[in-house]
């Protein structure tokens, strides 16, 4: 049963549809420079006030922390992980290659069931209407607003209307924005550790054979692997009872953390990047996933988000029209300028670290050797991690 949904208040100018991490983090930021905002959501007030965890850590930068300070997220996050260090490997690869920053924390991982929960409450904290259980199927041009219709019939209209409603949005299709899909015929298994030996903070990603493993470390002596393989090969792991998958991963892992222990429910992701052929349309905007759905190997998806949020909410300036074309085309120009490189760079590394022939494997193996002996190269890869 859906609530009926009340009118918008009179005024309200911008209608942002989804209540994920970054539709809410943008209903924070506009609300702070002064806009009337509010939210429409499917899922109902409870799923979103505790969201269930899903197994995802989302690995956040600097800049990502900054931003989520001045929206007052991170002050609400129990549990951070510091990510101190990480290393890549390639099968066969004599050493791992290095990548630290003097000390200085490379980044953080944040569970995403913490980060939706924060963003809901300081979205109430700041009594930003969030209308609940109610699905956007329809759009339609207004004058000068855009219309949006829900599955129950309501009507509603505002000046801006942002699309923030996932990878697969519905506002993206309703409003003639194609987008390329690029299905990479893997999934990722999230698989939650417990294992013998410390972390000490360093993140593992390592590119084997068929398959990728990456370990993310936790607080105590537990990690979150991500293990990305074939979709033909889930039906065998999945089979797997949690001893056989521990061992599996602890072997492919060469017993650098010790013997591990399954300590929780696996999850299952089937890994799909997407790429909006536009991040605006007339009275619309894109932002997070509905306008660049991420591959996660470089862990960019959200805190490329959270930066288009940042260019948007600059963008809009209190007092003007919300929906006029100019703020929301410098709007796009910036977050392509910022997304284009990192969209295409992240599938362009998925290809070389997951193609398995014999002469490629070989040409990655000498990649992360000669790296090895270029601490300039090593250095500006870091930078770019730490500054980003
Ligand atoms: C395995 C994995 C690991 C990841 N790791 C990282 C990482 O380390 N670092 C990083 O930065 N990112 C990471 N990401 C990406 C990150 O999780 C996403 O970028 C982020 O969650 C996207 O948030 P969003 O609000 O755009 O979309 P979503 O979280 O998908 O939220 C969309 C919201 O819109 C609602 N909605 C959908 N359709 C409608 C409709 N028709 N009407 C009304 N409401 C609707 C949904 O119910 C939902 O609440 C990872 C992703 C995966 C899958």
Known sequence: MTAALPALPSGTDILICGAGPAGLALACALHD???????????????????????????????SRRVLEGLGLWQ???????????SVRSSGSRVPLPFDSDGQDLGWLVPNHEIRAAAWAAAQARDIPVHTGHSVVGLEPRGAALGVRTRDGAALQARLVVAADSRFSTLRRLAGIGARHRDFGRSALLVPLA?????????????????????????????????????????????????????????????????????????????????????????????????VGMHPVTAHGYNLGLYGIEALARRLQPGSDPGAPAPLQA??????????????????????????RPPVLALRRAVIDLARHLPPLRAAITRRLVDA
């Open 33 to 63: 420079r002064g806009w009337p905002v509010a939210v429409l959501e499917q899922a109902d007030a409870d799923t979103l006030a505790a969201p269930a965890d899903d197994g995802r850590e989302i690995a956040l930068t600097h800049r």
């Open 76 to 86: 609400r996050f129990t549990e951070v992980s510091p990510l101190r260090r990480a």
């Open 195 to 291: 294992h013998e030996r410390d972390h000490q903070g360093l993140a593992q990603e390592c590119f084997l054979e068929g398959h990728t493993l990456a370990l993310l470390p936790k607080r105590g002596l537990c990690s979150s692997a991500v293990w990305t393989v074939r979709n033909a090969e889930l039906p065998r792991i999945q089979a797997m009872d949690d001893a056989e998958l521990a061992a599996t991963i602890e072997a492919a892992a060469e017993r650098r953390l010790g013997g591990m222990r399954v300590v929780g429910p696996r999850r299952i992701y089937p890994l799909v990047a997407v790429w909006a052929e536009r991040f605006v349309a007339p009275r619309l905007a894109l932002i997070g996933d509905a306008a």
């Open 331 to 356: 709007y796009e120009a910036e977050h392509r300028r910022a997304a284009g490189p990192l969209y295409a760079g992240t599938n362009a590394l998925v290809r070389f670290f997951t193609d398995d």
